[in-house]
């Protein structure tokens, strides 16, 4: 997993608003209505109980310690989405003795190896790389108007790339699978052909001579131009989880509102709607 820079997050908070719109302007869904879509909930349902639902985001100090602003971006996004959010004033484990005895609803937190969000009533975790590939797998979707019986090609086979591609099939799409480590993705497609049989997932032997082929993308990689601009085409759809970004700059400009990518977004926000979906016991 590739640990995010403070330069990766400095203007999330401050430029929500302006990504929600990109964001309706490719999916036609807001940040909320895909983080929704992601977990096959009803917006209308569940939107009324956001504003009292608390998420205490606690900063965590071990390993490589704190990236500056990360809590407060994951806190700024959550307020955005509605929920009462906040930071915690301390750290560790002091930080979730806090979020407890301020009743918090749920929990978010991230060492080096995992960023989980914990309901504290159910005990159920969410994981940030299993939510952030579903969540990028139901944008392009989305963006596809549907996904079913359709193509799609997901590059990394890592686990955020394992949850996209498993959503994908949920969805009914072909999925092909493609990893720089090849055993990696023949590994994912053995695993996924006991559930889904093994007809609709394919693996890319080569990704510059067969991509072509392709309009629809799941981009899960920690590399940089990992997209050729031979497969730029006015019908190419991409959701790229990856950071940082496998796309160059020419190819960004060139795709447009076809690219659904961001760095924590998306994430948190499939991350805040399973917390607020695990129903409160008595619920
Ligand atoms: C959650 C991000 C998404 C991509 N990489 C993941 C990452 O950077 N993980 C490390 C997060 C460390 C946070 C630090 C803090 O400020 O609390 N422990």
Known sequence: MTRLKT?????????????????QTATNKT??????????????EWNSRINHFSIHVVPVTVGQGIITDFSETVCAILQFLGFDSRVTEQTDSSGIAEAFEKKADAIMMADDDRFVGINLHTRE??????????????????????????????????????????????????????????????????KFSHSFGPTRIQILDNLITQCQNYHYILEATPSKNTIPVELISDRLRIAAPGVPLGISKQNLDLLKDRLVHDKLELGVAAMAVNLILKKIPGD
């Open 125 to 190: 975790v969410v994981d940030n790389s299993a939510a952030t590939g579903r969540a990028f797998a139901a944008a392009l979707d989305l963006m596809a108007t549907g996904i079913k019986d359709k193509s799609v090609l997901v590059i990394g086979c890592g686990p955020v790339g394992e949850s996209g591609a498993k959503m994908l099939l949920h969805k009914g799409a072909l999925v092909t699978l493609y990893d720089c480590r090849p055993e990696i993705a023949l590994s994912l497609k053995k």
């Open 7 to 23: 330069n990766d997050i400095r203007e999330i908070s401050s430029s929500l608003a302006e990504y929600d719109l990109q964001l």
């Open 31 to 44: 940040l909320a209505g895909i983080a929704y879509h992601t977990w096959g909930a009803d917006e209308a």
